[in-house]
């Protein structure tokens, strides 16, 4: 068995990437539906943080995913390129 170390390490910082991603997008919802207020500190400042972490990425996106009738895409399609970028790695670096 070929375990290499780099690989794992980038395969862990994918997986607490997306974590994060997630945990924002339930934030984001939970703002949206005002189950939670975006005005108390705690809140806003961890929307603060994870707005700088995703918004790059996500403007980068945009630019080749246009909004479809309306509904913003790019949290979707980060989503999906986050799990396979991650299941490549495993796949072609882990062949047996």
Known sequence: ????????LIGNIISLYTTAFV???ILFWLIRFRI???YQ???????QFLNRV???TLNQIRKFVPPIGGIDLSPLVLFVLLNFTKDFLYTYFYQF
Do not use: D, G, K, L
């Open 41 to 47: 500190s705690f809140v806003s400042q961890i929307m």
């Open 54 to 56: 995703f918004e790059p």
């Open 23 to 25: 945990i924002w997008m």
């Open 1 to 8: 068995m070929n375990i290499n170390p780099f690989i794992n």
């Open 36 to 38: 939670i207020n975006e």
